[in-house]
């Protein structure tokens, strides 16, 4: 069956590191999508990408970049990890198309920033 | 700005229907979208109204008047499980997403 992964599920790390978030989709999906989601709020997009080469920002992109190099990997860098970066991180794919729109979810990453 | 607005917390019986309104503000709005999450566990589709009108799948049912900018989630029959958080999210440029804040529903014995 088709599937989304991350890993790690939990990471801890220290402030000013450099962190990378491993996403892969077995859906063939072209687009893929990054949120965090903190205490109590809906999830907020970071990046995303509409296929190999090509990434956009989403509304909460500072600090953080990706790369696609193919379809079935989008990772997640934070340059120098900061406390407030400190989330449960969310890996999306996605078909697309005019009157669909699933996203399919990864299980998540608790990232902690000390 | 672009935001989407959802009641925080609605409180049902078991067994009983329970609408979730959710207004929005966005621009190049192309359809709205609802996900269950619950807790510790990740986002699950349950629906997409690209066009205006009601969209049913089972339990549940979703609507959409643009002109209005307005949408709701409808759960018929409620059961214990779905107890969970419920967002409605706008679609916007492509296939960019805006994610509501959230309504905790919990569903009482």
């Known amino acids: 069956d088709a599937e989304i992964t991350q890993s790690p599920r939990h990471k801890i790390t220290e402030t000013g590191r450099q962190v990378t978030l491993a996403c892969h989709q077995t859906?063939?999906?072209?687009?893929m999508f990054w949120y965090r989601q903190d205490l109590g709020h809906g999830l907020r997009l970071i990046h995303y990408?509409?296929?190999?080469?090509?990434?956009n920002k989403g509304e909460v992109s500072d600090g953080y970049s990706v790369s696609r190099s193919n379809t079935e990997d989008l990772p997640l860098t934070l340059e120098s990890a900061a406390s407030s970066q400190t989330s449960v991180y969310f890996c999306?794919?996605?078909?697309?198309?005019?009157?669909?729109?699933?996203?399919?979810f990864g299980p998540g990453t608790r990232l902690t920033v000390l | 700005g672009q935001s989407l607005e959802q009641p925080s917390e609605v409180t049902a019986v078991e067994g009983a229907i329970v609408q979730i309104n959710c207004t929005y503000q966005?621009?190049?709005?192309?359809?709205l979208s609802w996900y269950q999450q619950h807790d510790g566990g990740a986002p699950t589709f349950l629906s997409y109204?690209?066009?205006?009108g009601l969209e049913e799948t089972g339990r549940f049912s979703s609507f959409l008047s643009r002109s209005d900018s307005y949408g709701y989630l409808l759960l018929q029959e409620l059961q214990m499980k779905d107890s969970a958080s419920y967002f409605c999210?706008?679609?916007?440029?492509?296939?960019?997403?805006?994610f509501g804040a959230g309504t905790r529903l919990f569903v009482k014995a």
């Open positions: 999306a794919s996605s078909a697309g198309g005019q009157l669909t729109d699933t996203q399919y």
């Open positions: 859906w063939n999906h072209n687009n």
């Open positions: 999210v706008g679609r916007t440029g492509g296939f960019k997403t805006i």
């Open positions: 990408s509409y296929g190999v080469q090509d990434t």
């Open positions: 966005t621009s190049g709005f192309y359809g």
């Open positions: 109204n690209a066009l205006d």
